[in-house]
């Protein structure tokens, strides 16, 4: 094993059904996992539902069920959805379960007795859409923004973390490793946000007014702050066989969770209890419909993946969202591009090599593989085997950009088509004397066929598989950079085509 490798996402809160937003945070880190795998590392990868907090308890109350029994089949929905998409998770995180609470009461009472927390009694602000106290600093142009939704004044004594001793150590952490915060533009925003003192964090909810959460372990009349609760998974869910696995390599998050979430809370929490923080806070961008954020709080911008998956397959959703969003950056969903890549980069372009070259080995070879060791190889061939897409493959996953490892590949799916155009085996099948010729071209095409499988596993794992079940190759996963080309094909008997990515006449489900 090349080491190991552990990768977190956001864990979604259970108050509504996923939308595509959820969907790509999840499918993005199974693709970095997955990669991970095929360069034989021992990946520890979470992802799951954060299901405390006021915003659940509400829901449960306005369905007429116990918050619990609520959180229970959302997050059923949500697995399911995992399921459906391949995301293939070592865990899939519950806040609810007992050990997280256990870890998150031990966590508060360390800090607790390191007077880290403190008692005080609070009159100002609060804003319950956000769970949070403001201040008048969060007004803008004189008024609460649409953010904190309904904003009451009230007084009670709270439980409070102290953030501002901590701040210059994260300004420190933040200066010496300009890679923690990836891409580059939001390490600049969150500096930004630590230029001014830090105000303490209230992390108790009275249960008067919040019964949904974990109970304090020093004062059992109140709960923990969702967030205090939520980012602890990270920690709680950190290993395998029992062993900690500390710190992550790569977290995943969207752009509204950094600041101050993961940028503030978070490592300054890990540094009053003298834990290292994660390599890297990878932060990607919003998805939107004709413009609007997807949210569940914007009925009419809401994308449900799952008519997708049912209808297109997983893959097709994996691919899309994956090529779509240059990682970072938001990005628009529409139907109609949803159906370009489908029908264009899936079903004309890869779905077209598969079929055409594994139905030609049939029509003019048996279904077996020819064996052209030791034939003369012409430029144009010897293209076809450069390890040139891999070598892209490879360093645009290294710099976070799937979109660009995702172009690499289909740019070799492109020199593929064009090899067989320009090489034309359907006429010199016709030729007895081109035989040796028609020899070369169908074993490269087999072998190209296999390459793809590899590459494009990470982020299409269904559809590798499907090739190598056409190919008659043994299942996947495979080392990525096991010699693509090492062992030759020769001899092999292939299967019958099935069309990887059919042709729907259809409009896409209505958005
Ligand atoms: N529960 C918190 C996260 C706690 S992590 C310790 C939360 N949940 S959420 O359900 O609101 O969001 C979960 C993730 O989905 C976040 O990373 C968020 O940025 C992401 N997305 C929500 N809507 C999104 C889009 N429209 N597009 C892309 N991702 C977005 O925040």
């Given at each position: 094993?090349?080491?190991?490798?552990?990768?977190?996402?956001?864990?979604?809160?259970?108050?509504s059904?996923?939308?595509?937003?959820h969907?790509?945070?999840?499918?993005?880190?199974?693709?970095?996992?997955?990669?991970?795998?095929?360069?034989?590392?021992?990946?520890?990868?979470?992802?799951?539902?954060?299901?405390?907090?006021?915003?659940?308890?509400?829901?449960?109350?306005?369905?007429?069920?116990?918050?619990?029994?609520?959180?229970?089949?959302?997050?059923a929905?949500?697995?399911?959805?995992?399921?459906?998409?391949?995301v293939?998770?070592?865990?899939?995180?519950?806040?609810?379960?007992?050990?997280?609470?256990?870890?998150?009461?031990?966590w508060?009472?360390?800090?607790h007795?390191?007077?880290?927390?403190?008692?005080?009694?609070?009159?100002?602000?609060?804003?319950?859409?956000?769970?949070?106290?403001?201040?008048?600093?969060d007004?803008?142009?004189?008024?609460w923004?649409?953010?904190?939704?309904?904003?009451?004044?009230?007084?009670?004594?709270?439980?409070?973390?102290?953030?501002e001793?901590?701040?210059?150590?994260?300004?420190?952490?933040?200066e010496?490793?300009?890679?923690?915060?990836?891409?580059?533009?939001?390490?600049?925003?969150?500096?930004?946000?630590l230029?001014?003192?830090l105000?303490d964090?209230?992390?108790?909810?009275?249960?008067?007014?919040?019964?949904?959460?974990?109970?304090?372990?020093?004062?059992?009349?109140?709960?923990?702050?969702?967030?205090?609760?939520?980012?602890?998974?990270?920690?709680?869910?950190a290993?395998?066989?029992?062993q900690?696995?500390?710190?992550?390599?790569?977290?995943?998050?969207?752009k509204?969770?950094?600041?101050?979430?993961?940028?503030?809370?978070w490592?300054?929490?890990l540094?009053?209890?003298?834990?290292?923080?994660p390599?890297?806070l990878l932060?990607?961008?919003f998805?939107?419909?004709?413009?609007?954020?997807?949210?569940?709080?914007?009925?009419?911008?809401?994308?449900?993946?799952?008519?997708?998956?049912?209808?297109?397959?997983?893959?097709a959703l994996r691919?899309?969202?994956?090529?779509?969003?240059?990682l970072?950056q938001?990005?628009?969903?529409?139907?109609?591009?949803f159906?370009?890549r489908?029908?264009?980069?899936?079903?004309?372009?890869?779905?077209?090599?598969?079929?055409?070259?594994?139905?030609?080995v049939?029509?003019?070879?048996?279904?077996?593989?020819?064996?052209?060791?030791?034939?003369?190889?012409?430029?144009?061939?010897?293209?076809?085997?450069?390890?040139?897409?891999?070598?892209q493959?490879?360093?645009?996953?290294?710099?976070?950009?799937p979109?660009?490892?995702?172009?690499?590949?289909?740019?070799?799916v492109a020199?593929?088509?064009?090899?067989?155009?320009?090489?034309?085996?359907?006429?010199?099948?016709?030729?007895?004397?081109?035989?040796?010729?028609?020899?070369?071209i169908?074993?490269?095409?087999?072998?190209?066929?296999?390459?793809?499988?590899?590459?494009?596993?990470?982020?299409?794992p269904?559809?590798?598989?499907?090739?190598?079940?056409q190919?008659?190759l043994?299942?996947?996963?495979?080392?990525l950079d096991?010699?693509?080309?090492?062992?030759?094909l020769?001899?092999?008997?292939?299967?019958?085509?099935?069309?990887?990515?059919?042709r729907l006449?259809?409009k896409?489900?209505?958005?």
């Amino acid at each position: 094993m090349a080491g190991s490798y552990f990768l977190t996402t956001a864990i979604d809160y259970v108050n509504s059904a996923p939308h595509l937003g959820h969907a790509y945070e999840k499918v993005l880190a199974d693709f970095f996992a997955r990669h991970e795998k095929s360069i034989d590392r021992d990946v520890l990868f979470l992802t799951g539902v954060d299901e405390h907090g006021q915003k659940v308890q509400q829901s449960a109350l306005a369905k007429g069920v116990e918050p619990q029994t609520f959180a229970d089949e959302m997050s059923a929905h949500f697995q399911r959805l995992h399921h459906g998409l391949g995301v293939a998770s070592s865990h899939f995180v519950r806040t609810t379960a007992e050990t997280h609470k256990a870890i998150v009461r031990d966590w508060l009472q360390r800090l607790h007795d390191k007077g880290e927390i403190f008692f005080q009694e609070h009159e100002g602000f609060y804003s319950v859409r956000q769970e949070q106290f403001v201040t008048e600093k969060d007004k803008v142009d004189g008024a609460w923004p649409e953010i904190f939704g309904e904003v009451i004044e009230t007084k009670e004594p709270n439980y409070y973390f102290r953030l501002e001793p901590y701040r210059q150590r994260l300004l420190k952490h933040i200066e010496e490793n300009p890679e923690w915060i990836v891409p580059a533009f939001r390490r600049k925003e969150l500096l930004g946000a630590l230029a001014e003192p830090l105000a303490d964090l209230c992390i108790s909810r009275p249960k008067s007014r919040l019964a949904w959460g974990i109970p304090l372990p020093f004062d059992e009349n109140y709960v923990t702050y969702v967030w205090f609760d939520a980012l602890v998974n990270y920690f709680s869910f950190a290993s395998v066989k029992g062993q900690l696995v500390w710190p992550p390599d790569l977290q995943i998050i969207g752009k509204d969770i950094l600041i101050p979430a993961h940028g503030v809370y978070w490592p300054i929490m890990l540094f009053a209890l003298e834990l290292e923080l994660p390599r890297h806070l990878l932060v990607h961008g919003f998805w939107t419909n004709s413009g609007a954020k997807i949210s569940k709080s914007n009925a009419k911008s809401l994308i449900d993946p799952v008519p997708y998956v049912e209808k297109f397959g997983p893959d097709a959703l994996r691919y899309f969202v994956l090529r779509e969003m240059v990682l970072g950056q938001d990005a628009d969903f529409s139907d109609e591009r949803f159906e370009t890549r489908y029908n264009g980069d899936l079903g004309k372009k890869l779905g077209n090599l598969v079929q055409r070259t594994i139905s030609m080995v049939h029509s003019y070879r048996a279904g077996v593989v020819p064996n052209y060791d030791g034939f003369h190889l012409t430029e144009v061939d010897a293209a076809l085997r450069s390890d040139v897409v891999a070598e892209q493959y490879k360093r645009a996953v290294a710099e976070f950009a799937p979109h660009l490892a995702l172009q690499a590949i289909w740019e070799f799916v492109a020199q593929a088509n064009l090899y067989v155009e320009e090489t034309a085996p359907f006429k010199l099948a016709k030729d007895p004397t081109q035989a040796k010729r028609l020899d070369v071209i169908l074993g490269l095409l087999v072998e190209t066929l296999r390459r793809l499988s590899v590459l494009i596993q990470a982020a299409l794992p269904f559809t590798a598989e499907k090739i190598r079940v056409q190919l008659q190759l043994s299942p996947g996963p495979v080392r990525l950079d096991e010699s693509l080309f090492g062992t030759s094909l020769r001899g092999h008997a292939i299967g019958k085509p099935e069309p990887l990515f059919p042709r729907l006449e259809e409009k896409p489900p209505a958005s």
